[in-house]
């Protein structure tokens, strides 16, 4: 098969779908061949993304709305029977969507920021992996993305709850990864993008040039690897993309 159409035949969720990461990473996938169900919260920036894929000649996205801060076992259940009824399979899950919060010390955190945030970025990974897990199972080669961060790997001053679900991030993927791999074909990975030209990274760095780091287009590639039958074999691995790509 041809690098272009790596994904061809596969059906691929990715959250945090509108904008940054995720978008490039839909639209990558789509240009690989695959079906692409299109997360988020809000189905009006998400079509942006759709159309962008149904315009350059891919296979028709399907688009599932979902608040992450409140993804309760029963609503994630509710995206597995969507794609079970619409699609019949899920071959890869992307974990893109996360929230930064508030960079500022601990001491000084905001309880429900914090609840907030860990809702997004670790809570919602979890619920729906587990939700999508008999979905992923079925495929011959299902692969799980998560997304780290530098500050889950060491600590850093003021990054609260962002840095602590990162961590948690790691964990989660570590496990899913062990539990899954002598039982499954199902992989689990850990990316961390690093420095990449998106709106949560102007908003904690907002001095910082724009076109100095990396653009969301410049990685994705990396992800579509990663979701292809070319990264058969490969989990529980925490992969870095800090450099330009």
């Known amino acids: 098969m041809s ?25 990558a996938s789509a240009e690989a061949g695959a079906t692409v169900v299109l997360l988020g919260r809000e189905e009006a920036t998400l079509g942006a993304t759709y159309d962008a894929i149904v315009a350059a000649g891919g ?52 309880p429900d920021t914090f609840d907030r945030v860990m809702n997004i970025n670790l809570r919602a990974p979890f619920v729906l992996t587990q ?32 840095a602590l679900s990162k961590f948690g991030v790691e964990g989660l993927t570590q496990l899913f990864a062990e539990e899954l791999k002598n039982t499954s074909n199902v992989r689990v990975n850990c990316v961390n993008p690093g420095a990449t030209r ?20 410049s990685i994705a590639h990396h992800y579509v690897h990663l979701l292809s039958e070319a990264a058969r074999g490969t989990t529980g691995q925490s992969i870095d993309l800090t450099a330009q790509s």
């Open 3 to 27: 690098a272009e159409k790596a994904l061809a035949e596969r059906v691929i969720l990715i959250t945090g779908a509108s904008r940054g990461i995720g978008r490039a990473v839909a639209i």
């Open 131 to 162: 939700a999508l897990l008999p979905l992923l199972k079925a495929s011959p080669d299902a692969s799980v993305i998560m997304t780290g961060s530098s500050v889950g790997r060491k600590a850093r001053a003021f990054w609260g709850a962002y």
């Open 198 to 217: 998106t709106s949560m990274r102007a908003s904690a760095y907002p001095g910082e040039n724009p076109e100095s780091v990396k653009t969301p287009e």
């Open 59 to 110: 296979a028709m996205p399907a688009i599932v709305t979902l608040d992450l801060s409140v993804a309760h076992p029963e609503l994630c259940q509710s995206v597995a029977e969507q794609i079970q009824a619409t699609f019949g399979r899920l071959d890869g899950l992307v974990h893109n969507a996360a929230d930064l919060g508030d960079i500022t010390p601990m001491e000084m955190y905001d």
